[in-house]
């Protein structure tokens, strides 16, 4: 498959996606399914963990949610109730 230089967007960022995962691994090979659930998938759930933690963060500042810190240091995200919200009457 020839590629040139006017390639469409989207395979351009994906390109650099495959890049971004590339630096720093030595020697790495694999099968299009390998790179598929291997490659492709961890450097988005890497970046997008990234940006789940910014949003999270913004949705605390905004009072959206509120945070606390667990015994072994990860936070637990809670959802604060909406003034609209009705309590739950457990029968």
């Known amino acids: 498959m020839k590629v040139n230089d006017e390639e469409e967007p989207d395979i351009q960022s994906l390109a650099e996606e495959i890049a971004r995962y590339l630096q720093g691994r030595e020697q790495v090979a694999d099968t299009l399914d390998g790179i598929l659930q291997w490659w492709i998938l961890r450097q988005r759930l890497h970046e997008e963990r990234r940006r789940v ?39």
């Open 53 to 91: 933690e910014r949003a999270m963060a913004y949705l605390h500042q905004q009072g959206t949610i509120s945070i606390r810190t667990l015994p072994d240091g990860r936070l637990l995200y809670i959802g604060r109730p909406s003034a609209t919200d009705k309590p739950h009457l457990d029968s």
